[in-house]
């Protein structure tokens, strides 16, 4: 079993950056594949980037390719959400989430352990 905890969310301004900590519990972390999904209100949850175990392989969603960057370090147990240039349009709860390899990383049901989640407000 994995325990998922987020941190780093915030309140900023427009063009401000900030970076999303996501740190697991337990020896297997290494073997999931790791996701950031966030949720705005009133819209589906989406998937804005994937990280395979070993982070030789990264997705980005449209919208944030080149604004944000997923990283992992396997031995602290944690995966990173780089973001910069924020936008309003990136207000959302973000949560990380783990999933076994090999499966679509967009696919929020392809993923087995989740944390509570971190609020992200940018202001205009």
């Known amino acids: 079993q994995v325990q998922l905890v987020e941190s780093g969310g915030g309140l900023v301004q427009a063009g401000d950056s900030l970076r999303l900590s996501c740190a697991a519990s337990?020896?297997?972390?290494?073997?999931?594949?790791m996701g950031w999904f966030r949720q705005a209100p009133g819209k589906e949850r989406e998937c804005v980037a994937g990280?395979?175990?070993?982070?030789?392989?990264?997705y980005y969603q449209d919208s944030v390719k080149g604004r944000f960057t997923i990283s992992r370090d396997n031995a602290n147990n944690t995966v990173y959400l780089q973001m910069n240039s924020l936008k309003p349009e990136d207000t959302a709860v973000y949560s990380c989430?783990?999933?076994?390899?090999?499966?679509?990383?967009?696919?929020?049901?392809?993923?087995?352990?989740w944390g509570q989640g971190t609020q992200v407000t940018v202001s205009s």
């Open positions: 337990g020896r297997t972390f290494s073997s999931y594949a």
């Open positions: 990280i395979s175990t070993s982070g030789t392989n990264i």
């Open positions: 989430a783990a999933r076994q390899p090999g499966s679509n990383w967009r696919d929020s049901t392809n993923y087995r352990y």
